[in-house]
């Protein structure tokens, strides 16, 4: 069983760089998170988002994005 959010498309995964960004909140990662997280939501939105990170990838380089 999957969740519904994975099913339809609608889950954002994260590198680690992007996650580390996101978490450690310094004005330089919280540049970087504007200018890559709102694109994956929007895939996200559009159910358009991969269901899984593929290795050696990152987000903005995954199909269909």
Known sequence: TKLDAVAKNRAVFTDATLSGAMYFMTPLSLNYVADHLPPLLQQAVDGKAPR????GTTPASTPGS
């Open 52 to 55: 899984e990170m593929q290795p």
